[in-house]
């Protein structure tokens, strides 16, 4: 074997060596851009679980919730400062699955499946829906305000209290999953 044929075996193995690291450079990329995508997940599901919590294992919060967004009674005003804050956590759990959706972090639909459906729940009920058109500009950008109207619009034929029926102990449990 002659050098110059030494110098282009060499090339052609430094070539292929090249290539080698250009894929596996991509693949640590791709495994890194999912860990972070799932890093986002975890850290939005942990604003859900903080008031998720609150309302599961705080009855006060519970009470305040159920009552205070039916409006089946007046609030005073500590406790209207406690529901709109609530609310405003609620928007802005959800103001983020919007953000990462619209981001391309959550996939498409991700928005409207999920947080995005939750607080319309919410915003459907009296004093929700009252919130949002009063405070609704605090805090929310106008794309996100224009997709909740959406939605809300969207779903006005369906009030809040038909997406929830409690389930008495005499319903079949194979009826409550149809």
Do not use: C
């Amino acid at each position: 074997m002659s050098l110059e044929q030494v110098f282009f075996l060499s090339q052609i193995i430094a070539s292929i060596a090249v290539v080698a690291s250009l894929i596996f450079v991509g693949y640590q990329i791709k495994e890194n851009t999912l860990a972070l995508q799932r890093n986002e997940h975890n850290s939005t599901m942990e604003q859900w679980t903080v008031i998720r919590q609150a309302i599961a294992t705080n009855r006060d919060v519970a009470e305040l919730m159920s009552v205070g967004l039916s409006g089946e009674r007046r609030l005073d005003t500590v406790d209207t400062l406690r529901l709109d804050q609530m609310l405003q956590e609620v928007g802005w759990a959800a103001f983020h699955i919007w953000d990462r959706t619209q981001r391309g972090i959550f996939p498409q639909g991700t928005f409207e499946a999920t947080g995005g459906s939750m607080f319309a729940v919410l915003l459907r009920m009296q004093r929700g829906g009252e919130w949002w058109r009063s405070d609704r500009s605090i805090g929310f950008l106008p794309g996100f305000r224009r997709d909740v109207d959406a939605m809300l619009t969207q779903s006005k034929s369906t009030p809040a209290e038909s997406t929830r029926t409690p389930v008495s102990s005499a319903t079949p449990v194979s009826e409550t999953f149809d």
